[in-house]
């Protein structure tokens, strides 16, 4: 009996190898949703699959219903995104967000902006320098979280609610576990650390701004580093481990 097929454009978030020759794709689907499938000898050097199916590619896909694992039939690329994977650094920046992604996005569970956005996001970083390639990367981590219901509170008190002014020089106390800030009356109601009013600042510029306007305008590098260890404090805490590229991308010297 034939299996029945369905049709998807996908997004390649990572690849594990399988027997000799094939590879387990995760996907990331135009509604947001989580996809695995088998891309049978992918990993011959022939395979018409191998150069469709590297992280960050897009892909139009036919895949048949299998019963533990889908089969990726056909794959037709959409975007490559080559400068993602031909320069370290950009790869780098780039690769906590398909590791986040992959760890957010959920089989039938439907969330088309996860899927939007990375596409703008990839689209922003093909063009970008390496300084505005953490930006983004930052920018694009704490909009899956937001998307995925774990929006931290940058500018109000997650203890009572109050507004907290992010005075220029001064140092707040966040909870990653609060998912914010907390104002200084809340501030022993929650295990919290003292950031800089500036970080919170940039990560507020990151949540509320398009990628295009994060790749054209201000890149502070170590203003972005700020805010990725921002995020992997909330990761760590929300999702119970770390993001290893993440840590990758703070131990390499690359930037």
Not at 35 to 64: N, Q, Y
Not at 205 to 231: M, N, Q, R
Request: proline share 4%; aromatic share 6%.
């Amino acid at each position: 009996m034939a299996q029945p097929t369905y049709s998807l454009r996908a997004l390649v978030l990572r690849r594990t190898k399988l027997g000799e020759s094939d590879l387990i794709l995760t996907l990331l689907s135009e509604d947001g949703s989580q996809k695995r499938a088998v891309a049978k000898g992918a990993r011959r050097p022939k395979s018409s699959f191998a150069a469709r199916t590297e992280p960050f590619c897009v892909i139009d896909a036919l895949c048949a219903t299998g019963r533990s694992l889908d089969i990726l039939k056909e794959a037709r690329l959409v975007a490559a995104h080559d400068a993602l994977r031909c320069n370290l650094e950009a790869s780098a920046a780039a690769a906590p967000v398909a590791e986040l992604l992959a760890r957010m996005s959920q089989r039938d569970l439907a969330n088309p902006r996860l899927f939007q956005s990375a596409m703008r996001m990839l689209d922003a970083m093909d063009g970008a320098d390496d300084s505005h390639r953490a930006a983004l990367s930052a920018a694009e981590l704490l909009k899956i979280l937001a998307f995925s219901g774990l929006r931290p509170s940058l500018e109000i008190c997650v203890g009572c609610g109050e507004p907290v002014a992010l005075t220029e020089g001064a140092r707040l106390p966040f909870s990653a576990a609060g998912g914010g800030v907390l104002c200084e009356s809340c501030r022993g109601l929650d295990e919290s650390v003292l950031v800089d009013a500036g970080t919170l600042c940039w990560a507020q510029y990151f949540l509320t701004t398009p990628f295009d306007a994060i790749a054209e305008g201000p890149a502070d590098l170590s203003a972005s580093f700020a805010v990725l260890h921002l995020v992997q404090d909330l990761v760590r805490a929300h999702i119970g481990s770390s993001l290893k590229s993440l840590e990758f991308l703070f131990t390499s010297g690359l930037f």
